[in-house]
């Protein structure tokens, strides 16, 4: 069964960072590419960042590109987001995902629980 643990979010100002992380378990780490997305109130899930299973590959939203930097560190299954600059309209439930490298949500077959980052400005 795998399993993906979202931790990191928080409060915090516009202009200010903060770092997400996913802890994978229940999967071979290196065989899986992870994903984060994102889903403000009454609004859909969007894709924000992407790594491939090897980490050598990776893809961001345009909205994000330049602020935000995904990585993959095998050693301790966690993927982690890197997120700079934030801006209000970063305010959303992040969710990270393991599947098949996409920006489509349907490609992605677990999914942890979210963990909610609020940008005031």
């Known amino acids: 069964q795998v399993q993906l643990v979202e931790s990191g979010g928080g409060l915090v100002q516009a202009g200010d960072s903060l770092k997400l992380s996913c802890l994978v378990s229940g999967a071979i780490f290196s065989n899986i590419a992870i994903a984060w997305f994102r889903q403000g109130p009454g609004q859909e899930r969007d894709f924000v960042a992407a790594?491939?299973?090897?980490?050598?590959?990776?893809h961001y939203a345009h909205s994000v590109k330049g602020r935000f930097t995904i990585s993959k560190e095998n050693a301790e299954k966690t993927v982690y987001l890197q997120m700079n600059s934030l801006e209000p309209d970063d305010t959303a439930v992040y969710y990270c995902a393991a599947g098949r490298f996409s920006t489509d949500v349907v490609t992605y077959d677990h999914w942890g629980q979210g963990t909610q980052v609020t940008v005031a400005s």
């Open positions: 790594i491939s299973k090897s980490g050598g590959t990776t």
